[in-house]
């Protein structure tokens, strides 16, 4: 039994991100969830289809928000939707989600009268007027909650506009907690912070790298941490909370960039990145968090476009994660320490953090000379235990031999360090000639299966050894 049985939600802007997120969550959590959307029909059916296919109840509902008559449209369709799916026709909890943000941020000086009417229509004006309407269709112990955004608690002057629209959402919260908590009906914000939420930009390594370090955590939000806190306050144990500011920024005023642990000198234990959160999820359904290796640091090299593609494709399956761990940027001395790592400068005991808070491993590397290049094997031989008892798949490619000889040289190494190399790989041969100038695949049909092969085995190896590693710490 779900804590949200017999619910019934509406999510605006669920058709994508953060907001199908959310819908899924809700859904999977038992309730029945309206999934808004303004016009990306094909997206929308895909949150729907995902939430059935999974065993939730889930309808789409279209309004374009922000021009005349957009709530009313909403709701005419939600309250017809719901007479054919739900036995009454009431809303239990509402998430305001729905919003636009000029990507590429807005400079003071280029905010003009239209541009700021439109903003606060869609951000500020639909979801007060939603909120209006949804409370005249919600029982006492309702919940509301806006998804507002760190941009209200952290400068960036391109995003003035998107984040007064958002610190003005954050008061429908604040007032209309206190309004309503006689009928025990919570109000309630979440803020995001850094959300990998599929737009191009993390698809970027660098980018993604970059973004990365303003989180104590060191890394991007993922929609689904967004949609735990959303669970919670849309849950039973959420009903004494209200007029919250929820912070999900991942930290970022903790200080910049990944701990770093004590420096040289006395042994500092490695520090460990926290695990992805886990509340709600069983060991077996939080996502696999891989990271991907680009092991040419080659001038000129070919490898980031095979990367990108890899990555790509890792990041299409929702019960993945990834962390790019490009070589060329990590900057480990060309001396080894000595072996009990007392040593370990800081950019090791970062590296470290990041690989030991994977599940598993994807190496994308050339063959140069019938092996692998020396930028991985140093790498390897940096780290121990970060290796072990964890699977790695393996993307090879090169001339003639599509980097088969790398592979196998890699499989008795890794073998050495106690981690798992899975039977299938993808490679390419005359790898450059196999790419378009999109940096895709010219004839993407056999990649594409064997990629998906391989991440099938790793998934399943990282699995296994997540559970298996639970119940019986791994010895080496
Ligand atoms: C030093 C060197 C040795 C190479 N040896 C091989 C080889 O043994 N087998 C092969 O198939 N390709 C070989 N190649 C071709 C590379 O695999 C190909 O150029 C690939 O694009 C290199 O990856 P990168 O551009 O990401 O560094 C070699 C290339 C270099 C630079």
């Given at each position: 039994m779900g804590a949200l049985d017999g619910r019934i939600a509406l999510v605006t802007g669920?058709?994508?991100?953060i907001g199908r997120a959310i819908a899924e969550r809700l859904a999977r959590d038992g309730a029945l969830v309206?999934?808004?959307?303004?016009?990306n029909t094909e997206a929308a059916e895909k949150t729907v289809s995902g939430i059935v296919e999974a065993g939730g109840r889930a309808f789409p509902v279209q309004a374009e928000m922000g021009g005349p008559g957009d709530v009313d449209t909403l709701f005419t369709r939600l309250r017809s939707a719901l007479a054919e799916h739900a036995?009454?026709?009431?809303?239990?909890i509402l998430v305001n989600n729905a919003g636009e943000q000029t990507a590429a941020g807005l400079p003071?000086?280029?905010?003009?009268p239209d541009r700021f009417d439109r903003m606060f229509a869609v951000n500020v004006k639909a979801p007060l007027f939603t909120t209006r309407r949804a409370l005249e269709m919600m029982p006492d112990g309702g919940r509301i909650i806006g998804i507002s955004s760190g941009l209200t608690r952290f400068a960036v002057p391109e995003q003035l506009l998107y984040s007064m629209t958002k610190g003005a959402l954050e008061q429908i919260a604040l007032h209309y907690a206190r309004h309503l908590a006689p009928r025990g009906i919570t109000v309630n914000n979440v803020a995001p912070g850094?959300?990998?939420?599929?737009?191009?930009?993390?698809?970027?390594p660098e980018a993604v790298e970059q973004m990365s370090q303003l989180s104590a955590f060191g890394r991007v939000g993922r929609p689904e941490e967004i949609a735990g806190v959303v669970a919670f306050l849309a849950?039973?144990?959420?009903?004494?909370?209200?007029g919250a500011f929820i912070?999900?920024?991942?930290?970022?005023?903790?200080?910049?960039?990944p701990h770093r642990g004590?420096?040289?000198?006395?042994?500092?234990?490695a520090p460990t990145r926290p695990p992805p959160p886990t509340e709600g999820l069983t060991m077996a359904d939080r996502p696999v968090h891989l990271v991907v290796i680009t092991a040419s640091v080659r001038e000129?090299?070919?490898g980031p476009t095979v990367a990108r593609w890899f990555l790509e494709r890792l990041r299409a399956d929702p019960g993945l994660t990834a962390d790019p761990v490009d070589l060329l940027d990590v900057d480990l001395p060309d001396r080894l320490p000595?072996?009990?790592?007392?040593?370990?400068p800081p950019e090791a005991d970062a590296t470290a953090a990041r690989l030991a808070a994977a599940d598993g491993f994807v190496v994308v590397t050339p063959e140069y000379n019938h092996s692998f290049p020396a930028s991985l094997k140093h790498f390897i031989d940096w780290f121990m235990a970060e290796w072990q008892a964890k699977p790695v798949g393996l993307v090879s490619y090169g001339?003639?031999?599509?980097?088969l000889r790398a592979v196998e040289a890699l499989r008795t190494v890794f073998a050495e360090v106690h981690a798992v190399t899975v039977r299938e790989t993808v490679s390419f041969h005359q790898a450059r000639e196999r790419f378009g100038a999109d940096g895709?695949?010219?004839?993407p049909d056999g990649c594409e299966q064997a990629a998906k092969l391989l991440l099938d085995q790793l998934t399943w190896w990282a699995l296994a050894l997540r559970e298996a590693k639970e119940h019986r710490p791994y010895r080496a």
């Open positions: 669920a058709s994508r991100g309206a999934v808004h959307y303004a016009a036995g009454r026709v009431e809303v239990d003071p000086e280029e905010i003009t850094i959300t990998d939420n599929g737009s191009p930009v993390f698809s970027v849950g039973p144990d959420g009903g004494w909370t209200t912070d999900a920024r991942g930290a970022p005023g903790l200080g910049w960039g004590a420096g040289r000198g006395p042994a500092a234990p000129g090299r070919f000595a072996t009990d790592m007392r040593d370990r001339g003639l031999s599509g980097g895709r695949p010219l004839e």
